[in-house]
């Protein structure tokens, strides 16, 4: 059996969707784009959504838009994907690497408070693998200390806790659309904000610095002159990705109950299995369920990977710790014991595949050959 590690959904649906665009006069940022902004705003229970071509450039986007630059510290995680880091260099600031938490993953309000200096001006939290971070302890602290939050809600379109949802208490919330999320048009993002101001400065930002987009522009009967008026980016999403995503909208939560359901079913399995663990979703948290991860003995992680793979099981590593990664260890200088959470995480991980499209004798497949891997790598 070959199992993939991860297949798209995608259908008749989206396919209708892009064909229609296509026929359509605009293909970049236009109707379809409004569209899906306001149906996601709608679904996440937040007031403003700025589609752009990525979570990264969101990240960037957020940052830039809270005048954050040289100078200035942001902390976050040591357990994630470098994207949520790199921008934080982009923008002349210092990325604050933190260790998180042996249980979950998550980065905790009570590591982040030790690190708060008169330089920090925000907190990036990372939703990973689709569980929430806890945002009223974030939200409690960032107000104590006056700085912002701009969640990593990459992994966590569909996630809640304490019944607050990605959006609705960071200032800034990036979602990611990359070809393996749970919604994608193969690249895409988008931030999520309740503040007025910050949504009108990221709508700007993410084309160009210009006061009027292309489609407002044209729906006037004659030209009218645009002005610069800030330095911006060209990370506009356009309407072909929109209309990709906005019927995915309505299966989130149909796609959702179908993760869950395979994650029981992993989490089951794997609690009666020696030798391996695997990451906890936090109480009143209602995960996402992004990515499944277990976490083995790290001297035996790499031959895991290795049976997987020679066994038709696809899988992936997220993440190794980021500050045992060349360029963060050259240029922040950490050795691997200063986040030992972290690394220990990122020595033991292996994500196997998770989507709605993983039929129930594929999800046993990957149980049976995770248990012989073990069972060979322990006689080994
Ligand atoms: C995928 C991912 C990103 C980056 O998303 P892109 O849309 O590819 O830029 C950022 N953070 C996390 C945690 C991710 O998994």
Not at 222 to 230: E, F
Not at 331 to 353: E, Y
Request: aromatic letters at 8%; a neutral charge; glycine letters at 8%.
């Amino acid at each position: 059996m070959k199992v993939e590690f991860y297949r798209h959904n995608l259908g008749e649906d989206e396919i209708k969707e892009v064909t229609e665009t296509l026929r359509s006069l605009f293909l970049t940022t236009a109707g379809k784009t409004a569209r899906f902004e306001q149906e996601l705003a709608r679904f996440l229970g937040v007031k403003h959504v700025v589609g752009v071509t990525s979570c990264t450039a969101a990240l960037h986007l957020s940052l830039v838009a809270l005048g954050i630059g040289p100078g200035d510290e942001v902390i976050v995680p040591a357990m994630t994907f470098i994207a949520t880091i790199n921008p934080v260099f982009w923008v002349g600031a210092r990325p604050v690497l933190a260790d998180v938490d042996e249980e979950t993953g998550l980065l905790l309000p009570e590591t982040v408070e030790g690190l708060i200096t008169p330089r920090t001006r925000a907190i990036i939290p990372v939703h990973l693998y689709g569980a929430m971070a806890d945002m009223r302890g974030f939200r409690a602290l960032a107000d104590r200390y006056n700085i912002a939050i701009i969640e990593d809600a990459a992994h966590c379109v569909e996630g809640s806790r304490d019944n607050i949802r990605p959006g609705q208490l960071g200032d800034a919330a990036c979602f990611s659309f990359y070809a393996t999320k749970n919604m994608t048009s193969g690249e895409g993002g988008a931030i999520a904000t309740m503040r007025d101001d910050l949504a009108e400065r990221l709508r700007i930002l993410r084309l160009h610095g210009m006061s009027k987009g292309a489609a407002e522009r044209y729906s006037s009967k004659t030209y009218i002159h645009w002005d610069m008026i800030d330095l911006g980016y060209k990370y506009n999403m356009f309407d072909i990705q929109a209309a990709l995503l906005l019927p995915q909208i309505a299966k989130l939560e149909e796609n959702l109950k179908r993760r869950e359901w395979i994650c029981q079913r992993y989490e089951e399995a794997f609690s009666r299995m020696g030798g391996l663990d695997f990451p906890k979703v936090p109480k009143g948290c209602r995960s996402a369920r992004h990515l499944f991860t277990v976490w083995v003995h790290e001297r035996i992680r790499d031959d895991v990977l290795r049976y997987l793979g020679e066994h038709g099981v696809g899988c992936a590593v997220n993440y190794r710790a980021v500050h045992t990664l060349t360029y963060y260890r050259q240029r922040l200088g950490h050795k691997p014991q200063d986040f030992p959470n972290a690394l220990s995480i990122g020595n033991r991980t292996v994500t196997l595949p998770l989507y709605p499209g993983l039929r129930d004798e594929e999800v046993e497949y990957v149980i049976e050959t995770l248990g012989a891997a073990l069972q060979e790598l322990r006689l080994a």
